[in-house]
């Protein structure tokens, strides 16, 4: 039996670092609206935690097969129980303890520590090697690690538009677009972003034609693929709404536009077995882009991100593979719903932010 835990701020508290973090005020009001998300990607007879069993009659509703557990449930895990959080850190170890779940079932302080050295951004730098490798080719320039400011405007001149990224975050948080790298705003931001983690990632813009990912899982020592996942993103990189469908709907129109995307796919999969798989259980996304070459082809950028933890991704897939669902994912404000969204997660009167999907045109 697995138990999904559904903490949408693990890329905050990796880049804390610490056991202690606490969740911004924001964050806390995401993981509450949201909770019930994981009943997505769980499968019939799993728990999802909840602050409240009374979200068990909610599941129900809508065809869920899950058992809703409480804190109060954690001290009397049976030993043969998974714990799946949407990430692991040394603070998600510490809350499930601190709640009484059994040393056990948890990883150890030095796996969760091997696990955040792994979620830092160079990781995508050996990913990139790796794939090239196994492919055969490489694609595209790899990622740089820089820890000198005047080194990050230096390439920000050199590549104008480029991304500036700090090593732990996530869903385009701590993105940086080099509009203006001879500016005070972005200077002073990378000035921030080096004094907390060290360094940051800095990476070549494209002429963008799609975002997606390939949503895998590592058991074991190996690498499956899950899932595919399509979606938009804003201006700086922040996850906008992803594509609701079948798995094969999704993978054909990646590989419609890019004839070598089985190569990718299988030097990906070598990939992860070989940087992440021998060290980590659990879901794991790698985003991709398609771009447009300057003589009119397209080309693959084959790791934007590496996120080693569940993603919503993950969720859109399913979704669409599991539920057969189709249209378009999103995270809105409650007060944007409309007659065309089919909510995902429980409104109540305190309730800021829902899942939905709706049935607007792609192009809106």
Known sequence: MNVYVFNPDNDLALANGGEHYTPTPMAELFRRDLQLLPCWIASPGDCVLCDSSHWQSWAESHGLSVNIITYNDLPHLDDNTLICPWGWSPAMRRRLLRHGVKESLLPTAEQTNQWRELSHRRTSIALHNAIARHAGKQFCQA?????????????????????????????????????????????????????????????????????????????????????????????????KRGIVDASQSLRNRIASQFADFQIVEHATVKAIDEVAAKHYDGHIGVDMLLHSNPDGSIGINPCVELNLRTTMGAVTASLGQRHGMKGYFAIVPVTSITEHDITLTPITHETKMAAIITQENEKQ
């Not at 975002?211 to 074991?220: H, Q």
Request: hydrophobic residues 35%; aromatic residues 12%; negative net charge.
């Open 143 to 239: 990622p740089v690690e820089l820890s000198d400011i005047d080194a990050i405007v230096e390439f920000a001149n050199a590549h104008p538009g480029c991304f500036a990224k700090e090593p732990w975050s996530g869903s385009g948080h701590g993105v940086y677009r080099a509009i203006d790298p001879n500016g005070r705003d972005f200077r002073q931001r990378c000035l921030g972003a080096l004094k907390r983690q060290g360094s940051m990632m800095c990476e070549i813009p494209f002429d963008r034609v799609m975002d997606f990912a390939i949503e895998m899982k590592c058991e074991k020592g190996k690498t499956r693929i899950t899932g595919y996942s399509i979606f938009q993103s804003d201006f700086h990189l922040q996850y």
